[in-house]
């Protein structure tokens, strides 16, 4: 039995004998392998610690040898390569975003719902003038002007309301050393990956714009001269008033004033002084009347004054007031010293006031009888007002002359004027303007001319008559032929209208008419008012030979002392004086010395009103040249125009 079992032992041996010479040289085989192996698997782990350390994806495995091992460094550095492409990419795409959220001209504001700032852009840093970590967590509501705290806070409200919709608003924002400027702010809702709720708040400053906005808004409303409110804001102001007065139940005021020497300074001292003359006006106006009282320049040296709540008592009160404080300013210019007066017309706003329109043509009508009475006083408009009828009536007759004008709706008529003596004189007339109305009917030229001399259109008027007169003449060879002088007379205004003189000599050039036989007529009272424009007037046509006749003479008080300055050639005796010569014997006297003097001057005489037999005879006794009347001849139109044989023809 031993003996089997010593054999095993040693067997056992043997066997631990062999493996563990096999370990030893397995482990003495394997060491250079596993190194050749270990190494580049090291290197590649230390190069991946190496890049999650350093962020620096430039980095890059050692390829140690062309097997497996290499295949995966060459791998491993192919995929670095793409991530290094790809954060080179997102590092430029994060400083573009960057740029252009801290670059941003706007201000760019992440904040909570109830306002408090997450982040700001660095230009919102700027304007608030302080650090963006300093900005964290403050609300935004701290920067807002307190008068548009509100409006802030609704626009916030908004975005929480709505929010898919982008919400806009404009308010003040207070900025460094508590500067206040405009911004347009645009916000909205928005909400993050992680579900989280905010509001991006973007602002622009517009204050700028704002200022140019509110700056030409201003000029829109405002007289740029004196800056009192302009007539289009006065025109707003008045609508306004109306409303009130008929919501209310209540009284209110419109005044029109219109400076009564304005034109003396203009025309003594020029524009300039006229300006400086305004604006000092509009200052003594502003202080003049109550805070709540509305002043405004209309044009030229027109101003309006809204009274509030005020009865007529009150309002006449004050605007003594006003017309004593403009009375007593002296205005200086150059080492002269001026004193302007005003005439104020006054009309009531109250529940039955219809429209601005019509309230101030009310105060413009009181305002001209103002001036008519004398000036520097106050009228007020009362609608059985005589005087202001007639005014109302005229300013009716503005609009209609000039359509007149632009539609050729006057028409001519002629009245003859015969020679006492010589009765084969040939057409002697005196062209006269009718209205025509759209019915046909004809209208005399009393209902319509003081308004035209009145608004300043009498000189458009005598140009529509010169006109058409020319042309009718000159396109009736025969009529011509047989007229020997027509008279056409020239309002006062015609006279100091610059462009006349040219006109009528540009008239007479392209229709060819014998100047000779041309006579202009103007009346004595214009002549002497305009002494000089009308004597040098006369002269330079009386170059072109045409003639000249003095109408209405002695109506004015020192007709005989002015005549010889005048170049006229004829005398037209007022037909107030030669209506009644046969029983009047002053009448008869005034005709007498009239004739005389004109005579004896070298001027032929016209009677006018001659209406019949008795006084043609009288006045061809008293040695009158020339008849004009209803007795002559009643006014025709002019195709209607004959030779009439006078009364001692018959």
């Known amino acids: 039995m031993p003996k089997p079992i010593g ?27 596993i190194k050749l192996i270990s190494h580049p698997i090291t290197q590649l782990v230390a190069t991946v610690k190496a890049i999650s350390q350093s962020k620096n994806y430039s980095l890059r495995a050692k390829k140690i040898h062309n097997d497996e091992t290499g295949l ?60 963006i970590d300093v900005l964290q967590n403050r609300s935004i509501f701290d920067f807002v002007y307190s008068s548009d705290l509100t409006i802030a806070q609704d626009l916030i409200a908004r975005c929480l309301l709505n929010p898919n919709q982008v919400q806009k608003q404009e308010f003040r924002q207070i900025c460094i050393a508590k500067e206040i400027i405009w911004v347009r702010a645009t916000a909205r809702f ?105 002043v405004a320049r209309l044009g030229g040296d027109e101003f309006g004054v809204l009274m509030y709540d005020c009865s007529m008592a009150e309002a006449y009160t004050a605007c003594e007031h006003i017309r004593n404080a403009i009375r007593d300013f002296h205005f200086a210019w150059d080492d002269r010293r001026f004193t302007i ?24 009508a009181a305002c001209y009888a103002a001036k008519d009475k004398g000036r520097n006083r106050v009228h007020v408009f009362r609608p059985d007002d005589k005087e202001l009828a007639i005014r109302h009536g005229e300013m009716q007759w503005v609009a209609k002359i000039q359509h007149a004008l632009e539609n050729n709706h006057f028409c001519l008529y ?55 007169l020319f042309e009718w ?46 006579c202009f007529e103007i009346t004595e009272t214009a002549a002497i008012s305009n002494l000089s424009n009308a004597t040098d007037f006369i002269n330079k046509l009386r170059e072109k030979n045409c003639l000249f006749s003095l109408d209405d003479f002695g109506s004015g008080l020192s007709s005989f002392a002015y005549l010889k300055n005048l170049p006229v050639d004829f005398l037209k005796i007022d037909g107030l004086f030669v209506k009644d010569i046969l029983d009047d014997k002053v009448d008869l006297a005034m005709v007498k010395s009239i004739n005389e003097v004109g005579h004896i001057m070298g001027k032929l005489t016209i009677a006018e009103f001659v209406e019949n037999k008795p006084i043609f005879d009288l006045l061809s006794e008293l040695g009158v040249d020339y008849a004009q009347g209803y007795g002559i ?9 004959k030779i009439s044989k006078p009364f001692a023809a018959a």
């Open 72 to 131: 995966l460094v060459d791998t491993f550095n192919d995929l670095i390569m793409t991530v290094d492409i790809q954060n080179q990419e997102l590092t430029k795409a994060k400083d573009r975003y960057l740029a252009l959220y801290n670059d941003n001209p706007t201000m760019v504001f992440n904040l909570k719902e109830s306002g408090l700032i997450l982040s700001v852009n660095l230009t919102g840093a700027n304007y608030l003038g302080l650090a």
């Open 190 to 294: 928005i909400e993050s990956i992680d579900g989280q709720h905010s509001l991006l708040l973007v602002c622009e400053d517009v204050t700028e714009t704002h200022n140019l906005t509110a700056q030409i808004a201003y000029q829109a409303s405002h007289d740029a001269l004196t800056g009192l409110a302009n007539r289009a804001e006065f025109d707003r102001a008045i609508a306004e008033a109306i409303r009130s007065a008929h919501a209310e139940n209540t009284e209110h005021v419109l005044c029109y004033l219109d400076l009564d020497q304005f034109k003396v300074v203009n025309d003594t001292s020029g524009h300039l002084a006229g300006d400086e003359l305004l604006r000092q006006l509009g200052d003594i106006l502003r202080k003049q009347v109550r805070r709540h009282d509305f």
């Open 414 to 468: 002629g009245q003859p004027i015969v020679s006492i003596t010589d009765i084969e004189e040939g057409l002697h007339f005196e062209v006269l303007i009718r209205y025509r109305d759209e019915q046909g009917n004809t209208i005399p030229p009393g209902a319509f001319l003081p308004a035209a001399e009145r608004y300043n259109l009498a000189p458009a008027v005598d140009k529509w008559v010169i006109r058409n």
């Open 7 to 33: 054999k095993k032992v040693k067997f056992t041996g043997l066997l631990y004998l062999i493996l563990l010479a096999v370990s030893v040289l397995t482990f003495i085989i394997s060491t250079p392998l």
């Open 633 to 641: 001849g009643k006014p025709v139109p002019l195709e209607e125009l």
């Open 473 to 518: 003449i000159a396109n009736r060879p025969e009529f011509l032929e047989k007229l020997a002088l027509c008279s056409i007379n020239l309002s006062g205004l015609s006279l100091t209208d610059e462009s006349m003189l040219a006109f009528i000599s540009e008239q007479l050039t392209q229709w060819q008419i014998p100047t000779h036989k041309i």
């Open 341 to 364: 007066g005003v005439s104020i017309g006054v009309s009531s706003i109250n529940d039955t006031s219809s429209n601005a329109v019509n309230l101030l043509k009310e105060a413009d």
